[in-house]
């Protein structure tokens, strides 16, 4: 008879090496906003697109953690409408396994964000074309460049 395992937010299996795992994914929230939609067919211009992205991490029980990426666009015509505002909020839950202390924030602010970037992508790419326009293709992100970016700005908070 097979031994039942109770799954919890830090499950991890038993004799697993050291690591990340992600235990599950999900869409946290997602918002699209149309407000000219006929100006997607009446121009052929390219929307000027902004992209801010941003990645939070929260501790849960039994060495879990929830991280969630969150990417907000805003697109604008030439003339300064706005074309449409795209925000996803996609998280994961990982467990950090037999992990030294210092390389906790960088699994989690680095490695875990680059596991869910594709799918929050995704997500983003087919809101937009369900809205109207070409699928929003975002370029892979340096979230180690970005990391390394929020490390320099509180060290320079501090001083």
């Given amino acids: 008879m097979a031994k039942k395992v109770e799954k919890k937010p830090g499950f991890v299996p038993e004799n697993a090496p050291p690591g990340l795992f992600i235990n599950a994914q999900y869409l946290k929230d997602l918002s699209f906003e149309?407000?000219?939609?006929?100006?997607?067919?009446?121009?052929n211009e390219k929307p000027d697109i902004k992209v801010n992205v941003n990645?939070?991490?929260?501790?849960?029980p039994d060495n879990a953690f929830e991280v969630t990426l969150d990417i907000k666009t805003d697109a604008k015509q030439k003339d300064g409408k706005v074309a449409f505002i795209a925000e996803v909020s996609y998280a994961g839950i990982f467990t950090l396994n037999k992990v030294p202390p210092e390389h906790e924030k960088p699994l989690?602010?680095?490695?875990a964000p680059r596991m869910l970037f594709p799918f929050a992508r995704n997500v983003l790419a087919e809101t937009t074309r369900d809205g109207g326009y070409p699928p929003l293709m975002l370029n892979p992100i340096?979230?180690?460049?970005?990391?390394?970016?929020?490390?320099?700005?509180e060290k320079n908070k501090k001083n």
Avoid: G, R, S
């Avoid at 989690?108 to 490695?111: R, T």
């Fill in 34 to 43: 149309n407000p000219n939609p006929l100006d997607a067919y009446q121009k």
């Fill in 55 to 60: 990645t939070a991490v929260k501790k849960l």
């Fill in 108 to 111: 989690l602010l680095i490695e």
């Fill in 142 to 153: 340096d979230f180690a460049a970005l990391f390394q970016k929020h490390a320099e700005e």
